[in-house]
């Protein structure tokens, strides 16, 4: 046993290896994207036969993972919450039929938003899916449950999701880790027996599939109360439920306040434990549930009590104890615990508290492209295209994307209209030219982007013979998930070199034009784009340039420049127009922190003085 | 017992590096910890909060007015962790001012005077330093992360007792790659610097 302080996305990592994991497949989304690289290092450092893939999208990820299972071998399959949505069509269907191994299948939900989507609830897809669902609260927890989402996979055969939320996958805590290698992998050989009645959809006795699921997720219950899961600790006739990181602001609340509650951890909402579950029913004359989200155990409890018609006061979101937007926290917690049992809980507040703090003086930090982000230079050319065209910038729809490529949305830029899900851009795009848009309608997305999920609806405006121009912004990576590889990339996920998929080779095979521009040769790329904007059909421009931080990793960075204060007026406008992050003002001066600039020389372009020059040497 | 540390500041200063020496030190003194730094998407040159919360704790991050301490590495990023702060938490800020891109600004113009704003807003037992100017003083660049975590250390009694100078000084010898050395000494000077600060 290892002890050591790792993220939750680390201790499922760890956990899966310790379970002998040997295909892993995923597609990178705040905030599961740690858990592949964790592994890979791991499996580079010890040299594990393991097979580690960043697929092009969810639904493919998982697809790979169910053959894999279904070849006896046991798999993980990573993604967040919107991935779900994209892979959930094989999730439902691989229900029926079942794994031969295990097939582990790790989701991330986001209650407050952090990861920049919804605050979908995924535990509605094993309800959905009618696959069990184990919900993880802390690290610890995470790495108990992966081992045990695992065996009882293998056991069952039967996918088993595994669910954690930003508080938990982002959170770092102390684990006790099983080696991971040499794991028993004998009698794991590749096997898959052809069963035609099983794998295809077509050949199977649907309802049969059906009521043997059904079968299955009743002796899961049972296999994981055997584990001492859904563990009920009786402590008086107050009656707690909580799951996921609610669970820990309990504990926080029980510990800091020596609380008298019976307490009922839900490890797997789905299916639902309702034999441990009547029994703190029979127990309690009331009943708090902490969850975050929808008030799913919320309502099962209530279904509960209804068949047991007990009278009992239920408290949780429906009565209005607790919110169900935004995320929970232990003050949150704490006032909940205080209305279930009568007393004040909550640490007092400094006396100064009621000190108003003045907005001025809190810090603000805005979002903006990193200094030298090459996507900075596509927007404000697409900016500089839509004024050539002789438009006003409100007149040219240019629709957005999922990634780096979103921050076009910001000040000062404020070029993107749209932003919806992974290739949605180009879909939209489209969409509006066939509504009737008279002015050109321009898409942005992002090379993983455009892998993803955006060559469908690339062909299906072009079959329709839509008007419009698709801007790829090509920066070689999966950037703002941490610069993961891509089909574009050449690399695998252990860092081997791999295939490189040429995006302009892609759109030429659909018979369309594609242009490749350097977004950093601004009035070049100006004059181009604008000669194609005016064009009829379907036109592509790939924007081609690195990363910047990936560039200053590998072979480095252009010199910088700096700013002449013989010549600068101080009007402001680099600032205005750009906001690039190696901008600064002090002292009433404009500089440019020659650290912080990537040499991009962006900021020449927009300086009505020529005050902006590049450092000699 | 438990020690509740809130360390803020802008991404790029060593928040993550000084979490994961805590963390280091916490692991080999047997201890529990959980640290959560900022939830969700990171923003190179956005503002950090990292939770480290040392012995009996459950939660990820710190419930509100119950940091014993506090350490700063940008001042105005201080006036974003007010809420977690009672008469009791021992405040060590760096004087440090930086943009929304990695880079300072002197603070000569005076406006407005955060010092005095920050004791206004319940920092009572604070002690601001020029950690810039200190660390400069050593030749190289890194380590102000380093030295103010021994000045909070020196200063305050509580993290002491969970964690020892020793502990501390080994994790900053295993976690860090470069300047090992020269990190340990700031880190001993550190100490000096808040012993002499203690109140």
């Not at chain 1, 099983?178 to 050949?203: L, N, W």
Request: proline share 5%; with cysteine.
């Amino acid at each position: 046993m290892a002890r050591k302080i790792v993220l939750g996305n680390a201790a499922i990592a760890e956990a899966a290896l310790a379970s002998g994991v040997d295909v892993v497949t995923g597609y990178p989304g705040t905030p599961t994207s740690e858990v592949i690289p964790h592994l890979s290092e791991i499996i580079l450092a010890e040299k594990l036969p393991v097979y580690v893939e960043w697929s092009v999208n969810e639904k493919v990820a998982l697809d790979v993972a169910v053959a894999a299972a279904w070849a006896g071998k046991r798999a993980l399959s990573t993604m967040k919450m919107a991935g779900l949505n994209v892979a959930a069509d094989t999730l439902i269907n691989v229900a029926y039929k079942g794994v031969r191994g295990a097939l582990v299948l790790y989701v991330a939900d986001d209650p407050g938003t952090h990861a920049g989507c919804t605050e979908q609830d995924s535990r509605h897809y094993a309800f959905l899916a009618q696959l069990p669902l184990l919900d993880a609260a802390d690290p610890a927890d995470a790495y108990r449950l992966t081992r045990l989402a695992f065996q009882t996979s293998e056991q069952l055969s039967l996918p088993v999701l595994l669910r954690a939320t930003t508080n938990v996958a982002h959170t770092m805590g102390v684990i006790d880790g099983e080696p991971c290698y040499p794991v028993q992998r004998r009698g794991r050989d590749f096997h898959f027996q052809k069963r035609i009645e099983q794998y295809t959809t077509i050949e199977a006795d649907r309802s049969e599939q059906h009521r043997q699921l059904l079968v299955k997720l009743e002796s899961f219950v049972d296999a994981i109360r055997q584990q001492g899961l859904n563990r009920l600790e009786e402590r008086g006739s107050m009656g707690v439920i909580a799951s996921g990181v609610s669970w820990t602001y309990l504990q926080e609340a029980i510990y800091s306040f020596d609380l008298d509650v019976t307490s009922l951890k839900i490890d797997s909402p789905h299916p639902w434990p309702e034999e441990t579950v009547r029994r703190l029913i029979e127990h309690a004359d009331s009943i708090l549930v902490l969850e975050e989200q929808e008030p799913i155990l919320e309502r099962m409890l209530k279904r509960s009590v209804a068949d047991m018609s007990r009278p009992l006061r239920i408290m949780g979101k429906e009565d209005g104890t607790l919110p169900r937007a935004g995320e929970y926290d232990f003050e949150i917690v704490a006032e909940a615990l205080s209305k279930l049992t009568g007393r004040r809980l909550g640490f007092p507040a400094a006396s100064s508290a009621g000190a108003v703090i003045p907005q001025s003086l809190k810090p603000r930090r805005a979002l903006t492209f990193c200094s030298g982000c090459p996507h900075r230079a596509t927007y404000y050319i697409i900016n500089r295209v839509i004024q050539k065209l002789g438009y006003r910038q409100d007149e040219v729809i240019v629709t957005g994307d999922i990634g780096c490529t979103s921050l076009g949305a910001f000040r000062p830029l404020r070029t993107l209209w749209t932003e919806v899900t992974m290739g949605a851009a180009i879909g939209l795009a489209h969409g509006f030219k066939a509504a009737g848009a008279p002015k050109p309608v321009i898409a942005t997305l992002g090379d993983s982007t455009f892998f993803h999920s955006g060559i469908p609806p690339l062909v299906n405006a072009v079959q329709h013979g839509s008007d419009l121009t698709v801007i790829i912004l090509d920066n070689r990576w999966t950037a703002m998930t941490g610069f993961q590889p891509n089909p574009n990339t050449g690399l695998s996920a252990l860092g081997e070199p791999a295939k490189a998929v040429s995006i302009p080779r892609i759109v030429e095979a659909l018979g369309i034009p594609c242009t490749v521009i350097d977004p950093f040769d601004v009035q070049a790329s100006i004059d181009r784009i604008t000669e194609i904007v005016r064009r009829r059909g379907v036109n592509v421009v790939v924007s081609k340039a690195e990363c910047t931080l990936q560039k200053r990793r590998g072979d480095g960075v252009g010199t910088p420049y700096r700013i002449l204060e013989q010549t600068c007026t101080n009007c402001g406008a680099c600032l205005r127009s750009l906001a690039c992050p190696a901008i600064e003002v002090a002292d009433g001066l404009h500089r440019i922190d020659p650290a912080a600039c990537s040499g991009c020389g962006l900021c020449v372009c927009v300086c009505p003085q020529d005050a902006i020059e590049r450092v000699e040497g | 017992m438990h020690y509740n540390l809130l360390i803020c500041g802008v991404g790029g200063q060593g928040i993550l590096t000084l979490a994961e020496i805590l963390g280091r030190a916490v692991v080999d003194s047997g201890l529990k910890a959980i640290v959560t730094v900022n939830r969700g998407l990171a923003q190179r040159g956005g503002s950090v909060q990292a939770h480290v919360r040392l012995g009996e704790v459950f939660a990820p991050r710190i419930p509100k007015y119950t940091a014993h301490g506090l350490l700063s590495l940008e001042i105005r990023e201080t006036f974003g962790c007010l809420d977690y702060l009672n008469e009791d938490t021992a405040v060590v800020v760096s004087s440090t001012r930086i943009n929304s891109g990695l880079k300072t600004e002197s603070n000569k113009d005076g406006k407005p005077n955060w010092e005095r704003e920050l004791q206004k807003h319940r920092a009572r037992r604070l002690l601001v330093l020029d950690s810039e100017a200190i660390v400069g003083e050593q030749g190289f660049s890194g380590g102000q992360n380093v030295y103010l975590l021994g000045v909070l250390c020196g200063m305050d009694g509580g993290l002491a007792e969970l964690l020892t100078a020793e502990a501390i000084s080994s994790a900053i010898d295993s976690v860090l790659k470069r300047n090992a050395r020269e990190n340990r000494e700031l880190f001993q000077q550190g100490l000096g610097q808040g012993a002499s600060n203690r109140r």
